[in-house]
């Protein structure tokens, strides 16, 4: 049976198609004398599809034919999915493009309900708790979904939604933060190149891989790692509605989907056919029908990004506390 949506969505394109139809033929088969009468079919041809098309987005439009909105957070985490000079990894997520996504699906009216798919191992800090803060704005039942990774930024990500489901394998959990530097002080020794320190401010130059760490450095830099974490435990906290002692406990261990369900870690284990039930029933209809949000972005952006993901060599969900990325911090 086809529902009113439906008819509607068909009445405006078939609308849309007579009326440009009758506009080709006015213009340039009846109306121009000079035309040969193949050119003028041809010119009412392309009118014809020029007017399916606008046709089909204004139905579209007055008639989306979804109700729950999705959005996919897929691979590393960063701010602009790897614009920078290295690439974070072939299938990043841009953070931005993300939070765009879930502001323009809380506009559209005719989404009831928010779908964040994870499957992301984390990445970098401010771009995942913009992701989460996204969510956590969406007016709405938020709901989480993982079927392979939710890990770290991921699982911060999660913290802004109502509830999360994933699958008895599901890799979840790794709730902390990591910070690297790599100490290239010997090699450079070896090859007979020397460290010379021109900054302005005592630990402008922490990290630096070319000098040994000294000892307030390290101090330094575990210092901001240790108040990412607690703020990592406090979002966690609040939004899973955990102890925050219990989420030191876990000391960033994954778990699989079932154990993490024991602990409180994730709601509910099932399927993404039972997820789709359960979002029917929540909001009392037959069933759902899911919609994709996908980012505007322009053509030369998407070639851009393209042309990152071919230079893709190495590393994944890495974010720089200095400019020259000599310190390296990632959930």
């Known amino acids: 049976m086809v529902s009113a949506e ?59 034919g979804y109700d729950v909105a999705e959005v996919a957070v897929d691979g590393p985490i960063s701010r602009d999915g790897g614009g920078g000079r290295m690439p974070t990894g072939p299938q990043s997520t841009p953070a931005d493009d993300i939070v765009e996504q879930i502001d323009r699906a809380d506009e559209d009216g005719s989404v009831d309900a928010l779908l964040v798919k994870l499957n992301t191992p984390g990445g970098e800090v401010v771009p995942s708790d913009d992701i989460r803060l996204a969510a956590e704005r969406f007016d709405g039942p938020t709901i989480a979904y993982t079927t392979d990774v939710c890990a770290s930024g ?42 010379e320190r021109f900054a302005a401010g005592e630990y402008k130059d922490a990290g630096t891989p070319l000098k040994e760490l000294e000892e307030d450095e390290r101090e330094y830099l575990q210092t901001l790692i240790d108040d990412y974490y607690e703020t990592f435990v406090d979002r966690v906290s609040d939004g899973r509605d955990l102890d925050e002692e219990f989420v030191r406990e876990t000391e960033a261990r994954i778990y699989l989907g079932e154990e993490a369900h024991e602990m409180g870690l994730v709601d509910t284990i099932g399927t993404r056919r039972d997820l789709e039930d359960e979002l ?28 990152q993901q071919v230079a893709y060599a190495f590393g994944a969900g890495i974010a720089g506390l200095t400019d020259d990325r000599t310190f390296r911090l990632r959930l």
């Open 154 to 195: 991921g699982y911060w990500i999660a913290s802004g939604c109502d509830e999360l489901w994933a699958r008895d394998g599901s890799i979840v959990g790794s709730i902390g933060v990591i910070g690297s530097r790599v100490n290239a002080s010997d090699l450079a020794e070896k090859v007979g190149l020397s460290y």
């Open 280 to 307: 029917a029933e929540r909001l009392d209809r037959p069933e759902v029908s899911i919609e994709e949000f996908e980012p505007e972005r322009p053509l030369m952006a998407r070639l851009g990004t393209g042309a």
């Open 6 to 64: 439906g008819l509607g969505r068909l009445a405006i394109v078939g609308i849309g198609a007579a009326v440009f139809a009758a506009v080709g033929i006015a213009l340039f088969v009846v109306y121009p004398a000079t035309l040969t009468e193949l050119l003028g079919v041809l010119l009412v041809l392309v009118t014809l599809v020029f007017g399916l098309r606008i046709a089909s987005n204004i139905a579209q439009t007055l008639f989306p």
